[in-house]
Nanobody, 123 residues
């Protein structure tokens, strides 16, 4: 089992920044590829970003490329999502997730999920 707890969400104006954190506990964190997903009201959960076990490879959804940065610190069992130039359409609940595979964009490839943290971007 891997337990994941997100933090860092909140209310921010358009153009602002937020940094989300995800703290992991349980099994060896460095054995898992990590991802961030988001779900807006009335919409399906969508992929945001993913990072490999070592942190050497990353992948982003086109909608956030150039604005968001995913990183991880295996010594601290944590993964982060730095979000810059936020837009109202980024408003959603953000989830971190752990996968036994390398970078994955499908939510079905992730075995463990956090409870989510709300990000609201006002215009």
């Amino acid at each position: 089992q891997v337990q994941l707890v997100e933090s860092g969400g909140g209310l921010v104006q358009a153009g602002g920044s937020l940094r989300l954190s995800c703290a992991a506990s349980g099994r060896t964190f460095s054995n898992y590829g990590m991802g961030w997903f988001r779900q807006a009201p009335g919409k399906e959960r969508e992929f945001v970003a993913a990072i490999s076990r070592s942190g050497g490879s990353t992948y982003y959804a086109d909608s956030v490329k150039g604005r968001f940065t995913i990183s991880r610190d295996n010594a601290k069992n944590a993964v982060y999502l730095q979000m810059n130039s936020l837009k109202p359409e980024d408003t959603a609940v953000y989830y971190c997730a752990a996968s036994p595979f390398v970078i994955q964009v499908q939510s079905s490839e992730y075995d463990y999920w956090g409870q989510g943290t709300q990000v609201t971007v006002s215009s």
